[in-house]
């Protein structure tokens, strides 16, 4: 098993940035990659990026190509997601996600989830 606590989450200016964190624990050395997930009210769950957890390749969904910055530290076992230029239509709920087996932008993908983190753009 893979835990995942999201952080880092708030209310922010149109424009401007944050920086989610998310903590893994567990069988650690199992996880191939990581993802960032979200879901706003109404809508489904959308792809934000991904990032494998030894190559450190990434990609993004096209509505944050440019603007967010996924990353990594191994040796702190821990993902980031460093958001920029936000907008209110990146008010969501946002969601960590590992893959035991698989770099993808597909929420079956992934194997283990957390619970969380709420962000809120005002404009």
């Known amino acids: 098993q893979v835990q995942l606590v999201e952080s880092g989450g708030g209310l922010v200016q149109a424009g401007g940035s944050l920086r989610l964190s998310c903590a893994a624990s567990g069988r650690t050395f199992t996880t191939y990659a990581m993802g960032w997930f979200r879901q706003a009210p109404g809508r489904e769950r959308e792809f934000v990026a991904a990032i494998t957890w030894k190559g450190a390749s990434t990609f993004y969904g096209d509505s944050v190509k440019g603007r967010f910055t996924i990353s990594r530290d191994n040796v702190k076992n821990a993902v980031y997601l460093q958001m920029n230029s936000l907008k209110p239509e990146d008010t969501a709920v946002y969601y960590c996600?590992?893959?035991?087996?698989?770099?993808?932008?597909?929420?079956?993908?992934?194997?283990?989830w957390g619970q969380g983190t709420q962000v809120t753009v005002s404009s």
């Open positions: 996600a590992a893959s035991t087996h698989y770099y993808g932008d597909y929420g079956s993908d992934y194997d283990y």
